[in-house]
């Protein structure tokens, strides 16, 4: 314990108030400062007055209002000390949250509430009492034959697609075929100009196509590459059909250089002005790759899609593919070719086409004073052109919805200029969200 004569201390008693204020104020504030460290011992009442020239009171009243504050301690027999105490934590810096998203209208999200459980659940009593013992064990890495084969025929009627069940590759997704054909395919691959940023980074390296209100402009495609990934249905995120000619332009280029065109057909069954148009693989099955998912017409926790394959690439891509598909169950597998077998994706695909198309123009209607929506009547989303882009986002963002900037989408080395505001009318929370969008709009405008 340090006693008050060890002590270099002096204490100052000027300033405003009464003489007991001053010293009480002195006494606390060398405490807090530890100029006087817990546990130091003070000096009798009688021996500080002395010291100070001032009453013996004016000491034992300061003594006191300290003990009460719990600055100081008094111990029988000891005296007075300095209390030990406990140290405030140091200030939390507190982190300012961005404001909670209420609605999610970022791009690419279909309705999954309206995933068909009942109409599932039954495709999957069907397909596990009448599958096979053997389709439980370990299964084969190209993909159920059950699942195939229904795709073959769903795929010819639905798309136009040229193929037979053993040019069917079955997959996790989109992803999984495209790092699979990253391994096989040499030099830069070409991507459209716009498109999802996580696409391109599975992709060693890409090269940006222009992009217009007729598509991907094929006529531009190098003849030193020998790969390129387009949309042809409906172009993601403009929302442009590529033009017949321009399909054929792939076509013939693919032909040319020896290389191969990979289709992404993400939502080409969503299409409400019109009927679908079939798959540019239908030109030339040998020089075209067809890339297909459930995510888009179902859900994306499915981690179900497939590859209709040139005869070229069956044979590299199952060496690629492990023994064991971990990524694809063969239950969800035998479920889905019911699914498809049965009518049951065809009349789900019909009832979410109407809802989108219901959606959409919804939407154009809510935003026509402000901003025109670019694109075909297709897919889950909408590109509304505005030279207002960042403010809508993030004014938006502030009011608890989330879109996207159509300069999100452009390639880094594309040197197009578009403005535009993405939004997902797919989205679950699209009917609620879209009276707020639109004083989003109305407020930027």
Known sequence: MESWANLDFHLDLS???????????????????????????LPASRSLAADLGIARNTVAEAYAELVAEGWLAARQGSGTVVAQRVEPPPPVTRRISPPEVRFDLTVSTPDVTEFPRTEWVRSTRRAVMA????????????????????????????????????????????????????????????????????????????????????????????DELRACVLTPAHQFPLGGPLHPRRRASAVEWARRVGGVVLEDDYDGEFRYDRQPVGAVQGLDPEHVVYLGTSSKALSPALRIAWMVLPDRFVDPVLALKTDREQHVSMLDQLTLADFLSSGSYDSHVRRMRLKY?????????????????????????????????????????????????????????????????????????????????????????
């Open 131 to 222: 599958a096979p013992s053997e389709a439980f064990g370990p299964g084969d890495p190209q993909g159920r034959i059950e699942l195939r084969t229904a795709l073959a025929e769903y795929l010819a009627r639905a798309r136009g697609v040229r193929a037979d069940p053993e040019r069917i590759v079955v997959c996790s997704g989109f992803g999984g075929a495209v790092q699979m054909f990253d391994k096989l395919l040499r030099g830069p691959v070409v991507v459209e100009e716009y498109g999802l940023e996580f696409h391109r980074s599975l992709w060693k390296s890409t090269v940006p196509l222009p992009v217009d209100d007729h598509g991907a402009n094929t006529e531009q495609l190098p």
């Open 357 to 445: 198309q219901r959606r959409r123009d919804r939407l154009v209607e809510a935003v026509s004073p402000y901003a025109s929506v670019s694109g075909i009547a297709a897919g889950m989303h909408a590109v509304l052109e505005t030279p207002h882009e960042d403010a809508i986002v993030e004014t938006a963002r502030e009011r608890g919805i989330a879109v996207s900037a159509l300069s999100w989408f452009r390639h880094s080395m594309s040197s197009d200029d578009r403005s535009g505001v993405v939004v997902s009318f797919g989205a679950p929370a699209f009917p609620r969200a879209l009276p707020f969008f639109a004083e989003v709009l109305a407020a930027c405008h």
């Open 15 to 41: 300033g405003p108030g009464g003489l007991r204020q001053r010293l009480t104020a002195s006494l606390r504030d060398a405490v807090r400062s530890a100029r006087l460290p817990p546990g130091t011992r």
